[in-house]
């Protein structure tokens, strides 16, 4: 859905240095959901944030990776020192309010990384 | 275990004919909601059709039906009338929990639909 926006849609960076991707709600909304999807695979929950709140961060490894969503801009998905495992189409889903029906179920094109 | 089970990797199929994409699940949640996507060679994700557990009828979007049978926990996507365009790797995906509480989804590992001319 063109709605949820995500820049860039293709980042290559070198290992060591950081990925920042962005992901810009659909209008209204104030959930964001980031998923990482390695090639070949399903994709697979990584946070699940409100504005300002992390709400549920089971997904995400342990270290190098964070993400913010801040009371202004996009939501932020970060990554520290990549590696060539990090490779990866991440995407991005917003939603407006807890819920379970469909109108959640949009995704962002997603940001395919690419980590030489 | 497994939430949610595609057992078909890859599937071919005649253009024109119809397909069934089988999905399986595990919740004990009495809430839940099934999703299906369509994702391309270009890589976008593209929602399909969404049946919420309590919906009493099959859920129907154009040529995409769901055959939702919730004793038997499944929920296969049936494409009619199969076209070219069709090809791609399809998810099935599930979300779980009351409908005021948010939860994420749960995806699939996909099946490859490839449709012959």
């Known amino acids: 859905n063109a709605g949820v926006m995500q820049n860039p849609r293709h980042l290559v960076r070198r290992r060591g240095q950081e990925a920042r991707l962005r992901c810009s709600p659909m209008?209204?909304?104030?959930?964001v959901y980031w998923y990482r999807q390695l090639p070949e695979e399903g994709l697979k929950f990584m946070v699940y944030?409100?504005?300002?709140?992390?709400?549920?961060e089971s997904g995400m490894p342990k270290e190098r990776f964070s993400a913010e969503f801040p009371k202004e801009g996009p939501s932020i998905l970060r990554i520290q020192q990549v590696v060539r495992g990090d490779s990866a189409a991440y995407f991005c889903?917003?939603?407006?309010?807890?819920?379970?029906?469909?109108?959640?179920?949009?995704f962002g094109q997603g940001t395919r990384l690419t980590v030489v | 275990a497994q939430k949610i089970t595609q057992t078909q990797p890859g599937m071919f199929v005649q253009e024109k004919e119809a397909v069934t994409l089988d999905c399986t699940y595990d919740?004990?949640?009495?809430?839940?909601?099934l999703f299906w996507y369509k994702q391309p060679s270009s890589g976008e994700m593209i929602f399909l059709i969404y049946?919420?557990?309590?919906?009493?009828q099959n859920a129907t979007e154009g040529r995409y039906s769901l055959n939702f049978q919730k004793a038997r926990k499944s929920a296969n996507l049936v494409i009619s009338a199969s076209q070219l365009g069709d090809s791609a790797m399809y998810f099935c995906?599930?979300?779980?929990?009351?409908?005021?509480?948010?939860?994420?989804?749960?995806f699939g590992s996909g099946t490859r639909l490839s449709i012959r001319p």
């Open positions: 889903a917003s939603s407006r309010t807890l819920s379970l029906g469909p109108a959640e179920a949009f």
């Open positions: 209008k209204g909304h104030s959930h």
């Open positions: 944030l409100q504005k300002e709140n992390i709400i549920d």
């Open positions: 919740t004990s949640d009495p809430s839940y909601g």
């Open positions: 049946q919420g557990s309590y919906d009493q």
């Open positions: 995906a599930m979300r779980e929990g009351e409908a005021s509480s948010a939860s994420k989804i749960i």
